[in-house]
């Protein structure tokens, strides 16, 4: 955990779409340690989110996909890190055409300020209220991005103090 002053802050280390890839994530988590706080996966695969966990002891928030099949796992998670709520979901049960309107609805009935979700392989960033954010895809992105995941770090209790920077798992980009 960062301390800014008096107020602690928290940071996680998020990524979506893994297919079970997770080379990179070891790496980076090898080359940062004690970086992060907890990992969060919004699904595709779920497991590997678990398996990264345990490997780092390191707590975990995630949720499984369209291609997981594991009857155990969480469609999603919802837990509060410092008087924040936070929601993470696939959000494969949703078009594309009306994913984002169907994911503020969600967070509203969740009482979240935040969701974290995945399955379009596209990272997505747009703070606010409610904050979403998807980190891209580990394994086959799409729409020519890069392959990305995200620290993100907040401050206690204040949710405009999100910020969001980018992991490329390129190392061109």
Same mark, same amino acid.
């Given at each position: 955990?960062?301390?800014?002053?008096?107020?602690?802050?928290?940071?996680?280390?998020?990524?979506?779409?893994?297919?079970?890839?997770?080379?990179?994530?070891?790496?980076?988590?090898?080359?940062?340690?004690?970086?992060?706080?907890?990992l969060?996966?919004?699904?595709?695969?779920?497991?590997?989110?678990?398996?990264?966990?345990?490997?780092?002891?390191?707590?975990? %928030? +995630?949720?499984?996909?369209?291609?997981?099949?594991? =009857?155990?796992? /969480?469609?999603?998670?919802?837990?509060? &890190?410092?008087?924040?709520?936070?929601?993470?979901?696939?959000?494969?049960?949703?078009?594309?055409?009306?994913?984002?309107?169907?994911l503020e609805?969600?967070?509203e009935?969740?009482?979240?300020?935040?969701?974290? %979700? +995945?399955?379009?392989?596209?990272?997505?960033?747009? =703070?606010?209220t /409610?904050?979403?954010?998807?980190?891209? &895809?580990?394994?086959?992105?799409?729409?020519?991005?890069?392959?990305?995941?995200a620290?993100?770090?907040?401050?206690?209790?204040?949710?405009?103090?999100?910020?969001?920077?980018?992991?490329?798992?390129?190392?061109?980009?």
């Open positions: 955990m960062v301390s800014f002053g008096r107020v602690r802050a928290m940071k996680y280390l998020v990524f979506s779409d893994t297919h079970g890839h997770t080379e990179f994530l070891h790496q980076w988590l090898a080359q940062h340690p004690g970086t992060v706080d907890g969060v996966s919004a699904g595709d695969f779920y497991r590997d989110g678990q398996e990264l966990a345990e490997a780092w002891g390191l707590p975990y %928030f +995630g949720a499984q996909g369209n291609n997981d099949n594991e =009857p155990q796992s /969480p469609w999603h998670t919802i837990w509060t &890190a410092h008087g924040l709520r936070f929601g993470v979901i696939h959000s494969h049960q949703w078009s594309l055409d009306d994913r984002i309107a169907k609805q969600w967070v009935e969740q009482g979240c300020h935040a969701v974290i %979700f +995945g399955h379009s392989h596209v990272r997505l960033y747009r =703070p606010g /409610p904050t979403l954010l998807n980190p891209g &895809a580990i394994f086959r992105p799409r729409n020519n991005e890069p392959r990305t995941c620290l993100v770090t907040f401050k206690e209790g204040l949710q405009d103090s999100l910020q969001v920077d980018w992991i490329y798992a390129d190392p061109k980009n």
